[in-house]
């Protein structure tokens, strides 16, 4: 069994079967020794750019006890501070009530409680009495604290450890495989939150891997069946389908539907899906997917369809000012669909559309979390909806969404069981699972996957 296996050290073990304890999922012990071992010492992704477009913008990201204030503190910079004002420890920017976080507009920071006032760039500029201190609050006292912010793929990121590595050490290799992808050229097209009823990385770990597609989501089937990998990637990890033979310019995430007439079930597929994710695709894709059966004639071969399919949604949306990057299929293929950013983001890019996934807990209990999912997509020039954060009961989720929600509540209580001996992902196409729980384990000092 796996508490009497060897413990996994290696990334390259980990392309043998492994038990992962349960523990990191379940134990209240766990769960409080993460804020010190791991959420102050990862980089976090805090918001997008363009939440924050405008000088003296701002938006908040709370992670357990902390909470950190992100601002656009002149046109070109962004800053973070920690959410405290240093006279008697008040929170400087409340989180309105019901609200994931705070956002708005401010020409400086004043706390409510003694009216010590801040400018964009955290320094003091008003303390009523400040005589009274006999000259002490000098050298920053009366500052706010800094926290380590940059930026990378349209996203904010923050690290609460002064002696973090660069963010963009840190990201490696995933953002320089993601960067033809021009992420940060996108905008959100819905934005939700929930708080639920399981841990953070039992929710993560629903979308880490496409094993669970067939079962799970067996609707999707009916559409073709890929066989998807797992794969460690240092501190990361990425998933990705094995590309069908023949069809390498789909070799991503945009699949042609299997079947007798694939003009038809790549319309069915491309229908499906925007109506039960609402992600994956775009409007501009599913259109043209509607046409195919009176632009091609009947009995074109998959790959044709695929290739026709793709050029002219990429042909439509350049004529309205929507110019998807071009990828080379070998990236493609190496690049996957998703890529799991340690320790609470995933990001399932493509050229035109994304969908990302980030989960946070919910105070110390290890049987909550706060679970995230946005979907972007490229827009016209200054033609992205205006989106944020909204709060969704889980019955009002798409339905593919609520699939997952029915296994993340079922694998949290499952795993409290006293006869659950650990999970047993699989090696090739949960690796990603494994791979978290190697790494967790270097921030956590406990919880290595084992052999057996
Ligand atoms: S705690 Fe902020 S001014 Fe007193
Ligand atoms: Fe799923």
């Given at each position: 069994m796996g508490e009497t296996g060897k413990i996994v050290t290696a990334a390259e073990d980990l392309v043998a079967p492994v038990n992962v304890p349960a523990q990191a999922y379940i134990s209240p012990d766990y769960a409080r020794a993460e804020r010190d071992r791991l959420w102050r010492k990862v980089w976090l992704q805090a918001g997008r750019l363009e939440d924050i477009p405008e000088v003296g913008n701002y938006i908040t990201y709370d992670i357990l006890d902390d909470s950190v204030i992100v601002v656009r503190s002149s046109p070109s910079e962004i800053r973070a501070f920690h959410n405290v004002c240093p006279h008697r420890g008040r929170r400087l920017i409340d989180i309105p009530p019901g609200k994931r976080s705070a956002r708005g507009t401010r020409p400086n920071f004043v706390c409510g409680y003694h009216g010590w006032t801040f400018d964009l760039e955290g320094t003091n500029t008003y303390i009523e009495h400040q005589e009274d201190w006999q000259g002490r609050l000098c050298d920053g006292l009366a500052d706010l604290g800094k926290v380590k912010v940059d930026t990378w793929g349209g996203w904010i990121w923050i690290n609460l450890d002064p002696e973090a590595m660069p963010l963009a050490e840190y990201l490696h290799p995933a953002a320089e495989m993601l960067e033809p992808y021009q992420l940060h050229n996108m905008r959100p097209r819905w934005r939700k939150w929930v708080v639920f009823e399981c841990n953070w990385k039992v929710a993560m770990e629903a979308f880490f891997e496409t094993y669970h597609v067939s079962t799970t989501h067996s609707e999707f089937m009916e559409f073709g069946q890929f066989r998807g990998w797992a794969r460690n990637q240092g501190l990361h990890s990425n998933i990705g389908y094995d590309a069908p033979a023949g069809q390498e310019e789909d070799s991503g995430k945009l699949r042609i539907g299997a079947g007798e007439d694939p003009r038809l079930t790549t319309a069915e597929m491309q229908?499906?899906?925007?109506?039960?994710?609402?992600?994956?695709?775009?409007?501009?894709?599913?259109?043209?997917?509607?046409?195919?059966?009176?632009?091609?004639?009947?009995?074109?071969?998959?790959?044709?369809?695929?290739?026709?399919?793709?050029?002219?949604?990429?042909?439509?949306?350049?004529?309205?000012?929507?110019?998807?990057?071009?990828?080379?299929?070998?990236?493609?293929?190496?690049?996957?669909?998703?890529?799991?950013?340690?320790?609470?983001?995933?990001?399932?890019?493509?050229?035109?559309?994304?969908?990302?996934?980030?989960?946070?807990?919910?105070?110390?209990?290890?049987?909550?979390?706060?679970?995230?999912?946005?979907?972007?997509?490229?827009?016209?020039?200054?033609?992205?909806?205006?989106?944020?954060?909204?709060?969704?009961?889980?019955?009002?989720?798409?339905?593919?969404?609520?699939?997952?929600?029915?296994?993340?509540?079922?694998?949290?209580?499952?795993?409290?069981?006293?006869?659950?001996?650990?999970?047993?992902?699989?090696?090739?196409?949960?690796?990603?699972?494994?791979?978290?729980?190697?790494?967790?384990?270097?921030?956590?000092?406990?919880g290595n996957p084992t052999t057996y």
């Open positions: 229908n499906f899906t925007w109506e039960n994710a609402n992600t994956n695709t775009t409007m501009t894709l599913v259109s043209v997917a509607n046409r195919l059966k009176d632009e091609l004639p009947e009995g074109t071969p998959a790959a044709e369809v695929s290739a026709y399919w793709l050029k002219t949604a990429r042909e439509e949306d350049a004529a309205r000012g929507v110019v998807w990057p071009t990828v080379d299929p070998r990236h493609t293929a190496k690049a996957g669909t998703a890529w799991q950013i340690f320790p609470n983001f995933q990001i399932g890019h493509a050229v035109n559309n994304m969908l990302c996934y980030q989960a946070r807990p919910f105070g110390a209990d290890p049987d909550k979390c706060i679970f995230e999912a946005a979907v972007y997509e490229l827009y016209p020039e200054s033609e992205a909806p205006e989106t944020d954060w909204e709060y969704t009961e889980p019955q009002d989720w798409p339905p593919v969404l609520q699939q997952d929600f029915a296994n993340m509540a079922a694998v949290q209580q499952g795993m409290k069981n006293v006869g659950f001996r650990g999970a047993q992902p699989n090696p090739y196409a949960e690796r990603s699972v494994a791979s978290f729980h190697l790494n967790l384990a270097r921030f956590m000092g406990i």
